[in-house]
């Protein structure tokens, strides 16, 4: 019952922000290429499909995370979300909820504007 709840609440929210987003559209495009330039960005930083790149910012991020934590990254951290992100890329999901929301938030804005 509460996964289901939950999984309502989500898809109406989701929903209201897409309804929101649509009344945007020079707001779309800019977030659009920003949703699409996850993956350019995180190789870029070392994180990339076969691994963390050597001599990358994200090398010595592994190092640091590394130390801080006695000697290996700790599941769920930030290094190993991001290498996760930067092997597999974003869910089709997650591209529409980050673009979604963010379309809703730059709207907002526009308003003012």
């Given amino acids: 019952m509460v996964a289901s709840a939950f999984t309502s609440s989500a898809v109406t929210g989701v929903a209201k922000v897409a309804r929101v987003a649509s009344g945007c559209a020079t707001c779309v495009l800019p977030l659009v290429v920003a949703v699409e330039a996850v993956p350019v960005v995180l190789s870029a930083l070392g994180f ?9 910012i994200a090398a010595k991020m592994m190092s ?29 999901l997650t591209k ?3 673009g979604s ?13």
Avoid at 48 to 56: E, L, N
Avoid at 70 to 84: E, F, N, Y
Avoid at 101 to 113: E, K, L
């Fill in 64 to 92: 640091a995370a590394a130390i801080a934590n006695g000697g290996g990254v700790a599941p769920g951290s930030l290094v190993a979300t991001l290498q996760s992100l930067g092997a597999t890329g974003l869910s089709g």
């Fill in 96 to 98: 529409f909820i980050l």
């Fill in 48 to 56: 990339t499909a076969t691994g963390i790149a050597s001599s990358s």
């Fill in 101 to 113: 929301t963010g379309s809703a938030i730059a709207a907002g804005i526009a308003r003012f504007y």
